[in-house]
Each structure stands twice: as structure tokens, then as C-alpha cells.
T-cell receptor, first 113, second 111 residues
């Protein structure tokens, strides 16, 4: 069984569109994250949720809105996509009390044309 | 959070030990050192972490100097599947509980 899964794996879309990326973890973890990895391979945290509550919200445009329907899911909705949003987006999860040991999903490769 | 410095790339022969260095001279007393790796086109994978004692698990060993200003991740018998980018990350277990990622070391294991 896949511990942290993301869908879709690839996403190609036009500028201005709205898209969502889904993430699910079956590890029973309480905390989930979204990261963005740009073309230079820097991995930057965007959001972190603990038990459906937002605990980290980095300087991210408000076009990005995370939603956590339950503690096993953390989805990322992006409005009005821009060229600069093209990147690989990773979801991760960790056990409460151990935020430094994170389990990552396979990534979603977003290309905005 | 400690700033970590790693060489951008390294090579290693298959079957030999890979020793990946990391400098973290500004590390504070309660700051752990974490190692992750990212194999091409995959998500990062946790490897090991330590505070001041040397650590070993099924994946690797972590040697931390006595002054804690540097550490070395050791893959004892590198295989081609160990080719990846290895990240050394300082983590402060205080209020700012998040991982700060650098560019890591790109390790190429050669046949």
C-alpha cells in the first residue's frame, strides 16, 4: 500500500485555469504538508496542517488554498494559474510530535502553459 | 535554524562506502541534524537523524563531530540505487518546527 499518494502525477494546463491536487496518507499521521520544488530544485514548504488545522502558512499567494477534509487528506487548490506556478508539488505527512521525520508522496508535476 | 553547507556533487564506486560531509558550524545545542535523500523523480526520503551521538540504522550511519559543527553520512556499501541528492538539514525542536532545505549533494554511484 502506498503510504502517501498524490493525484494527478502530471498536470498540464493553461494560464488562468483553476486546478486541484489531492493528497492522501494512510499512515495515521496527524500532520500533513505541501511543498513546492522549483526548477532549481529548492524544496520550500508552503503549508502545514495538524488535525485539519492550519499551523504553517508560508508566504504563498492567496491563489493557493489548502483544504483538509479530514486528517488523512490535504488537498491543494490553485486559482488563476500562472507560468511561475510550474513546479513539482510534494505532499508529506508526519506523526504528531515528530514533524522532522516526514514521509513524502511521489509528487505532482505541474506545467502551466 | 542552522545553516548547513554541503558539496554540490560527489562520486562513489559501487560497493564502496560513500561518505557525505555536511558543515553546520552555527548549529545550536538543541538542534538535530537530519538527513534525507531524493532519488530522481521521487519524493524525498528520510534517512537518519542525530543530536550528538553517532547513529546507525538499516540505511546509513551518521557520525557527528564532538563540537557538533559537522557531520558525515556514511552509506557503507553504495549501490547504483543510492544515486540521489542527499540533504543535510538542521532542525530546531523549538517553536519554528519546520525543515529548511538546501540544495544538497548530488551523489553519483558508478558501476
Amino acid at each position: 500500500d502506498t503510504a502517501v499518494s498524490q493525484t494527478p502525477k502530471y498536470l498540464v494546463t493553461q494560464m488562468g485555469n483553476d486546478k486541484s491536487i489531492k493528497c492522501e496518507q494512510n499512515l495515521g499521521h496527524d500532520t500533513m504538508y505541501w511543498y513546492k520544488q522549483d526548477s532549481k530544485k529548492f524544496l520550500k514548504i508552503m503549508f502545514s496542517y495538524n488535525n485539519k488545522e492550519l499551523i504553517i502558512n508560508e508566504t504563498v499567494p492567496n491563489r493557493f488554498s489548502p483544504k483538509s477534509p479530514d486528517k488523512a487528506h490535504l488537498n491543494l487548490h490553485i486559482n488563476s494559474l500562472e507560468l511561475g506556478d510550474s513546479a513539482v508539488y510534494f505532499c508529506a505527512s508526519s506523526q504528531e510530535g515528530y514533524p522532522e521525520t516526514q514521509y513524502f508522496g511521489p509528487g505532482t508535476r505541474l506545467l502551466v502553459l | 535554524d542552522a545553516k548547513t553547507t554541503q558539496p554540490p556533487s560527489m562520486d562513489c564506486a559501487e560497493g564502496r562506502a560513500a561518505n557525505l560531509p555536511c558543515n553546520h558550524s552555527t548549529i545550536s545545542g538543541n538542534e538535530y541534524v537530519y538527513w534525507y535523500r531524493q532519488i530522481h523523480s521521487q519524493g524525498p526520503q528520510y534517512i537518519i537523524h542525530g543530536l550528538k551521538n553517532n547513529e546507525t540504522n538499516e540505511m546509513a550511519s551518521l557520525i557527528i563531530t564532538e563540537d557538533r559543527k559537522s557531520s558525515t553520512l556514511i552509506l557503507p556499501h553504495a549501490t547504483l540505487r543510492d544515486t540521489a541528492v542527499y540533504y543535510c538539514i538542521g532542525f530546531n525542536a523549538g517553536n519554528n518546527r519546520k525543515l529548511i532545505w538546501g540544495l544538497g549533494t548530488s551523489l553519483a554511484v558508478n558501476p
